[in-house]
């Protein structure tokens, strides 16, 4: 069994920079792919940043240039690093991993950006 538990969601205005935390408790490996989703109001859950098995880093295009994602194998975190943030950024982030084709979420973490 695997539990992720996210962090470092909040307020913050127009601009600004937040930087989310996911641990992870149980056994993970480097190669499972793991990251980041977001849920924003009226919309389906989207892929926001993500490591591939392969160890490749794939980014939602509205997030380019802007979230950097990381990995600490060692410590099992995952971290996602939002700079220049935009109202349309606004929702609920979500950690996950997908482990052996099995797939663990986080609770989530709010971030609401302000114009």
């Known amino acids: 069994q695997v539990q992720l538990v996210e962090s470092g969601g909040g307020l913050v205005q127009a601009g600004g920079s937040l930087r989310l935390s996911c641990a992870a408790s149980?056994?993970?490996?480097?190669?499972?792919?793991m990251g980041w989703y977001r849920q924003t109001p009226g919309k389906q859950r989207e892929l926001v940043a993500t490591?591939?098995?392969?160890?490749?880093?794939n980014y939602a295009d509205s997030v380019k240039g802007r979230f950097s994602i990381s990995r600490d194998n060692g410590k099992k975190m995952v971290y996602l690093q939002m700079n220049n943030l935009r109202p349309d950024d606004t929702g609920v982030y979500y950690c996950?991993?997908?482990?052996?084709?099995?797939?663990?979420w986080g609770q989530g973490t709010q971030v609401t950006v302000s114009s």
């Open positions: 149980g056994t993970i490996y480097s190669i499972n792919p």
């Open positions: 490591y591939t098995g392969a160890g490749d880093t």
């Open positions: 996950y991993i997908n482990r052996w084709s099995n797939e663990y």
